[in-house]
């Protein structure tokens, strides 16, 4: 899906290098830190390379990947959401962060919701997939909102801290 996509309040578009000063606000959010992790992003240039180097050949390789969510009532930039597709696990996972500011809006739920429903019907995507921490109760509520149903504990390549692993068939 390499196209924008809209909803009633949102404009969702692939991510891009421009976006850089808008991720490197939102990796070095609270939240993220606390929740995804530290990626060391300390710059435009480091979140630039970052999207580069992960952001982009998610989208050249799969036509999707990261996407940035924007307000169409001022054009703000909101958070982002993605479906992943990961070395070494076999179905892709959802994932979402929002600045602070945005959050416990339903900015999310319409966001992915509309996303998973375009990556089926475009794409034929069959089986999705969400890691989280247990002590991350919006995300937990959000996935769950989204009907993936817990199915145990699970690790990501990029750590071995146990996550709480959630699935559904689409």
Not at 10 to 20: Q, V
Not at 23 to 42: A, C, T, V, Y
Not at 131 to 138: F, W
Request: proline share 4%; glycine share 8%.
């Amino acid at each position: 899906m390499k196209d924008s996509f809209n909803t009633q309040r949102l404009y969702i578009r692939p991510i891009t290098t421009d976006d850089a000063p808008f991720i490197l606000e939102l990796m070095n959010s609270p939240k993220w830190i606390q929740f995804i992790g530290d990626r060391n992003i300390k710059s435009v240039e480091d979140a630039e390379a970052y999207i580069k180097e992960k952001a982009l050949p998610q989208i050249t390789t799969h036509g999707y990947g990261n996407f940035v969510v924007i307000r169409k009532s001022d054009n703000i930039k909101l958070g982002t959401c993605g479906v992943y597709h990961r070395e070494g696990i076999e179905i892709p996972d959802i994932g979402f962060a929002f600045l602070p500011s945005n959050e416990g809006k339903g900015y999310a739920f319409e966001a992915t919701s509309e996303l998973i429903e375009l990556l089926k019907d475009n794409y034929g995507l069959a089986k999705l997939s969400a890691y989280t921490l247990e002590e991350n109760l919006a995300s937990r509520k959000l996935i769950e909102r989204l009907g993936l149903k817990l199915k145990g504990t699970g690790v990501l390549p990029t750590s071995d801290e146990e996550l709480l692993y959630y699935y559904r068939e689409l």
